[in-house]
């Protein structure tokens, strides 16, 4: 079955360390995206990607880093630049296009600080 | 700025009882996408229903159904006949169709059914 793929399901971080989030689909989507949510408050864009190689910030990517070496794969470091990284992180994929339009959720991973 | 507004953090709703979850939001485009997603205990985001905004007729799938008003708008989740597995987080979501695939979301509004 296609979907998005997250893992792992809980981390911890220690401090002054980087750690890195996994995102894997197989739905053939173009377009992937990292929410961070934190109680209480709806999803905040991380950074998001439209096509391999490329990618932008969102709202709130101090502290974070992404890459898209292929289409199947967004993982997100959390660098240790990013001072309270305490909260659940959802990876999210799309069509690009009209008529298509829709997110597709991985099942998060929940990012603790030691 | 787009921006999403969901006025209601919380609500509830008796068993078998109907509830309506508010949500407007901010935007000068005229081409757009309204979602309302839910989010159960498990944290799993599932896509409830989806609004195309050039069609007038209001979306609708089995006990779940939207008030579309485009000239103020606002987006309403309407649930009929309220069922235990309807208590979650209910997010309510805009996207643009001209600019970037982007997605923006509400706050949230947190549903209980009362049994």
């Known amino acids: 079955d296609g979907g998005i793929t997250q893992s792992p399901k809980y981390l911890f971080r220690k401090e002054g360390q980087n750690v890195t989030l996994s995102c894997e689909q197989n739905?053939?989507?173009?377009?992937m995206y990292w929410y961070r949510q934190d109680p209480g408050q709806g999803l905040r864009l991380i950074y998001y990607s439209q096509i391999v190689n490329d990618f932008q910030k969102g709202d709130i990517a101090e502290g974070y880093s992404v890459s898209r070496e292929k289409k199947e794969s967004f993982p997100l470091t959390v660098t240790s630049a990013q001072k309270n990284p305490t909260a659940f992180y959802l990876c999210?994929?799309?069509?690009?296009?009209?008529?298509?339009?829709?997110?597709?959720f991985g099942s998060g991973t929940q990012l603790s600080v030691l | 700025a787009q921006t999403v507004t969901q006025s209601q953090p919380e609500m509830s709703v008796q068993e078998a009882e109907t509830v309506t979850l508010s949500c407007t939001y901010d935007?000068?485009?005229?081409?757009?996408?309204l979602f309302w997603y839910k989010q159960p205990p498990s944290r799993q985001m599932i896509l409830v229903i989806r609004?195309?905004?050039?069609?007038?007729q209001n979306a609708t799938e089995n006990r779940f159904s939207v008030n579309f008003q485009k000239a103020a708008k606002s987006f309403s989740l309407k649930i009929s006949d309220s069922q235990l597995g309807d208590a979650a987080m209910y997010f309510c979501a805009y996207s643009p169709i001209n600019t970037g695939n982007q997605f923006y979301f509400g706050t949230g509004t947190s549903l209980t059914v009362i049994p």
């Open positions: 609004q195309e905004a050039y069609k007038q």
């Open positions: 999210a994929s799309s069509k690009r296009g009209r008529g298509i339009r829709k997110l597709f």
């Open positions: 739905l053939n989507h173009d377009a």
């Open positions: 935007t000068s485009e005229s081409d757009y996408y």
